[in-house]
């Protein structure tokens, strides 16, 4: 967020892309980021773009292993959005399951992995996290 008019964010952002400084990857969202970035890490930003999977990977990376339900009691999102949220989650490799018969929890695959990107690409978020760690500590 910037206090520019739209054309002179674009003014710079071509200057930007002409020299090289930045490139963008076009989806829902036009991404700008750094060319020195890995891809897998710019998906990951693309990601943590959506507020239910933002709120979901912040909760289980202050937890260890939550079930469906407690997800969606903890972020207040409904049954339908947590499933959507985490079935994305487990296909880009983010979240691992456990089963325990008859039911199952879900987990950060690699938290230190995930914690080292969200800061390389949603720093803000870290504090988001922090916050909620120390919340966690406190009870």
Not at 68 to 85: A, G
Not at 86 to 109: D, E, G, M, R, W
Not at 113 to 129: E, G, P, R, Y
Request: proline residues 3%; contains cysteine.
């Amino acid at each position: 967020t910037v206090n520019c008019s739209p054309e002179t964010v674009n003014k710079y952002v071509h200057e930007l892309e002409d020299q090289k400084k930045i490139i963008h990857k076009k989806g829902k969202f036009k991404i700008f980021y750094n060319p020195e970035l890995e891809l897998e890490k710019i998906d990951f930003y693309e990601l943590m773009l959506n507020d239910s999977i933002r709120s979901t990977v912040s909760l289980l990376l202050t937890s260890k292993h939550l079930s469906q339900f407690e997800i969606e009691q903890k972020t207040l999102k409904s049954r339908p959005t947590v499933s959507r949220t985490l079935s994305i989650l487990v296909k880009n490799n983010i979240v691992q399951i456990q089963y325990h018969a008859p039911f199952k929890t879900y987990s950060i695959k690699n938290k230190f992995k995930s914690i080292s990107w969200i800061k390389q690409t949603n720093s803000h978020l870290v504090d988001d996290v922090t916050d909620n760690m120390v919340k966690m500590l406190a009870h």
